[in-house]
């Protein structure tokens, strides 16, 4: 690598010019030094891009030399090199930051590759992380053409997510956009599968049908109750698989994932439907039917879920589990705060419900605010802002707390958002809903190759508010706007994060089972 200045810290610096001489001749930039105050020195006079330094110096010791480098530069690399292998000297050396460790002797090779390492890593990650996609692009992409099924359409989702975030990390927005062709692509063949057997689906006419909204406690958390005495089930709103996979290596410090498995979202994909069948273990239009008190239509005023933990407490008496449960929804920062330091006195319950809101309020909040919409500009963008707010909220607090006490913990949501950037024009009466990725009412004009429609909504157990109310969804990343001021419409809403209709990531949501390390 030319252009890259080396600083070599030895008191023994005279029987390695043979390694400076091959550095040299590599194109690098070497300096050297025989003991660490004259180090320190030779660095305030330019910069450097990496220091290679003894551990074994008379006077100021190495890990003395490497404490002030650090409080100096700390982000400058510092190879620490050494004749002893004691742990004690190793952690000391780690704890404060060493990009790199060698025992003596070393060759010039070693040095080589330390300094690739070092120097070149993202480089080097880079390119193989792109060429890595390139090989995996065709099987892929063979593998969208076949017909498959709801337990390998996950397995192809999983694979999108992962190569987004390791490409993710790459300048090369010529790969990005290649991937992001073939996200586009399997996204219009899963709106096309989901279509062909969603109404199987829900009418159980499909012995091999996917866990959905209104089973997954049925089908995965009950039996979770009867292994644990005290379990904690966290429900995080709009939570896609992507932003999960971002947040497993801050958990997994305190937790092992025993599994991670992808559920779906019944539609619409909205907290109002997805969520009240979560823990009704109903679909819509039984919960409406057998517990009109906790049911509120679209027409309806007043909040739409507001009776979620009644709602679970019926569904764990129907299966025989008459358990003594909690149930907590976060709105806002002082609510959580407050669940913190009631969490001692929830340890005595068999199940612990707790909602957090905070992604679905983000999704939101990026539409109206410029501020945010600023801050979470893209996908990568959107998905640092929820790493930095779990590492800060009092919900990783709770995580923690949990993780003390050896607890397991489940964590899922009941629906994940897409970003959306094609619209689709749709006209309505004043009685239609808000909602961008699907409408329902009676006099709705649309053009009915681009939407999934639902003529009769009892086929898919969803309320009619009125005898003529129909249901039309989005899919991948449609949305649906007014001829009416179509053009304003349109620029305020494209490249916002929506959820409601048919995409992969408002569907295919995660379902995560942690055991305490």
């Known amino acids: 690598m030319e252009n890259v200045s080396i600083l070599w810290a030895d008191d023994e610096i005279d029987l390695l010019k043979p390694h400076i001489m091959f550095l040299r001749d590599k194109g690098y930039e070497v300096f050297t030094s025989n003991n660490g105050v004259e180090a320190i020195e030779i660095l305030k006079t330019r910069p450097f891009d990496i220091v290679f330094l003894d551990e074994q110096m008379p006077g100021l010791s190495g890990i003395e030399t490497l404490i002030r480098v650090k409080n100096l530069f700390p982000d400058l690399p510092v190879v620490m090199i050494t004749k002893s292998e004691e742990e004690t000297i190793m952690e000391d050396a780690i704890g404060s930051k060493i990009s790199d460790y060698l025992i003596k002797p070393v060759n010039p090779k070693q040095i080589l590759l330390s300094l690739k390492k070092n120097l070149e890593n993202k480089k080097l990650i880079s390119e193989k992380t792109t060429f ?263 919900l990783f607090e709770i995580i923690r707390f949990l993780a003390e006490k050896k607890l397991p913990v489940v964590i899922t949501t009941d629906h994940g958002s897409v970003k959306v950037d094609a619209p689709v024009k749709i006209v309505g009466d004043k009685a239609t809903n808000t909602n961008l990725r699907y409408k329902t009412g009676r006099s709705l004009s649309y053009n009915r190759k681009e939407v999934f429609e639902v003529k009769n909504p009892a086929d898919v157990f969803l309320p009619r508010t009125n005898v003529s109310s129909n249901y039309v969804f989005c899919r991948n990343t449609d949305f649906f706007a007014y001829p009416n001021n179509f053009n304003y419409y349109v620029n305020y809403y494209r490249n916002t994060f929506q959820h409601g209709g048919i995409s992969m990531e408002e569907m295919m949501i995660p379902f995560v089972t942690l055991k305490a390390k």
């Open 132 to 394: 890595s996609y390139q090989q995996q692009f065709r099987n892929i992409g063979m593998e969208i053409s076949n017909r498959l099924t709801h337990e390998e359409w996950p397995e192809i989702y999983r694979k999108l997510v992962y190569w987004e975030l390791e490409l993710g990390q790459s300048n090369d927005s010529g790969i990005m956009d290649v991937l992001k062709m073939q996200k586009e692509e399997a996204g219009q063949v899963f709106s096309r599968f989901v279509e062909n057997n969603y109404t199987d689906w829900v009418n159980g006419k499909n012995s091999d049908r996917p866990v959905m909204s209104h089973t997954l406690i049925r089908d995965k958390l009950i039996p979770l109750l009867d292994e644990t005495s005290s379990l904690f089930f966290i429900l995080i709103d709009n939570l896609r698989y992507d932003q999960w996979k971002i947040l497993q290596p801050i958990i997994s410090e305190l937790y092992r994932v025993e599994s991670d498995e992808i559920y779906y979202s019944i539609l619409p994909t909205t907290t109002q439907y997805a969520r009240n069948a979560l823990f009704a273990g109903l679909l819509p239009t039984e919960i409406e039917k057998k517990y009109p008190r906790y049911w509120v239509n679209e027409d309806d005023e007043g909040t739409k879920n507001q009776f979620e933990g009644e709602l679970l407490g019926e569904q764990l008496k129907r299966y025989g589990r008459d358990i003594k449960y909690s149930y907590h929804k976060i709105l806002n920062l002082t609510a959580g705060r407050k669940l913190v330091e009631t969490m001692p006195n929830l340890l005595g319950n068999k199940l612990n419900v707790i909602v957090y809101n905070f992604v679905d309020m983000l999704s939101h909040a990026r539409t109206e605010m410029e501020v945010i919409r600023e801050l979470a500009d893209d996908e990568a963008a959107y998905r640092s802002i929820t790493v930095s707010w779990f590492e800060h909220s009092p």
